[in-house]
């Protein structure tokens, strides 16, 4: 007996203030890469070699206003962190791309949660297993409509921040990342090639928490953009 496959449903944001959408073609994440967040978790502030990881595609969870958009607690989690950071949305590829022209690769930007099974990861931390049942869960990455570089510019410094509840629990600034977005898209196409449609997070400062449901996300970065969330 035979069968069809269907086509995947192609993961895709919002384009801000457009009818357009961004389809999604990977999900990349840099660890650590504020000094501050890389003490609290344990780890040093050097600058070692930038570490990466993934979630797959369809964790992309769109958050297309600054109206809450309520989003699913996930499974087989008692201790659900938060993380927001800035999100790099990739418009031109390459491999071993030079620092100096990284940015040309760089197509927009938005803003994103890292949304971590804390309890899990630390699991897999200590069998020396991947990260991957902690980070790449379904809708593990709600984020905002994206603008383009052309509005945004490149951002370098800026605040970027998220409020629990109306309490403010991260705070920093884009200038304390230890690996810029252009070093980390260098450094991450020596280990990928880079395709438009790929999206780089690029990590999160101090201040990381649990949450549940219930609780009102709000974050953002200034010039960039802002998400709420509503966790159910």
Known sequence: MSFVIPA????????????????VRRIYCIGRNYADHAREM???PDREPPFFFCKPADAAFAVPGEAPVDWPYPTITTDLHHEIELVAAIGR??????????????????????????DLQGQ????????????????????SALRPAS????????????????????????????????EAVAGLSRYFELKPGDLLMTGTPAGVG?????????????????LVVRIV
């Open 210 to 226: 649990a949450v549940v449901r219930g609780d009102v996300l709000s974050g953002g970065v200034a010039g960039v953009a802002t």
């Open 42 to 44: 344990g780890g040093s």
């Open 124 to 143: 897999m931390k200590a069998q020396g297993r991947s990260w991957e049942i902690g980070k790449a869960f379904d809708h593990a990455a709600p984020i």
């Open 8 to 23: 995947p449903d192609q993961a895709s944001l919002p384009v801000a203030g457009s009818a357009d959408r961004f389809p």
């Open 151 to 182: 509005e945004t510019g490149h951002p370098a410094a800026g605040d970027i921040w998220l409020d629990v509840n109306g309490v403010r629990r991260q705070s920093g600034d884009l200038s304390d990342m230890i690996w810029s977005v252009a």
């Open 93 to 118: 590829g390459g491999r071993d791309i030079d620092v100096v022209s990284a940015l040309e690769h760089v197509w927009g930007y938005g803003v994103g949660l890292d949304m971590t099974r804390r």
